[in-house]
């Protein structure tokens, strides 16, 4: 965790182990790159200290085949595994658009929510063009 933790800028502690058998009974068929999409998507949408059971994807849980969905608040975005992925800088926006919907624009607790400071935030606004939004609230 600690590798992605550096690159998420988050603090995750580890995976619960109801969390890790599911992962470990997956078969992966995208390899170790899928795992990482996996493991990313989840540290990033979630602000717990570990990655839980229910942060995981439907299809990761059921050990089904991917199923398209549409990430929170953009319409037309899609994870779908079939060259959908989107970047890691596509999800931080995503994240952050998601954090401040939630937290009704408090920059403030979005960035708490994000395991981020508001500084962090605010620069992170500005990087994703999201200057307006910044001014809001």
Partial sequence: MGGLNRELDREVEGIAPDAEAVLRRYPWPGNVREMRNVLERAILLHSEREVRLEDLPAEVRTGSAPAPISAPGTPGFRLDGGGGIPTMAEVEKMAIE??????????????????????????KLKEYCLAGVEEEG
Wanted: net charge positive.
């Fill in 98 to 123: 998601f954090a401040l919907q939630r937290c009704g624009g408090n920059k403030t607790k979005a960035a708490e929510s994000l395991g981020i400071s508001r500084q962090t935030l605010r620069t």
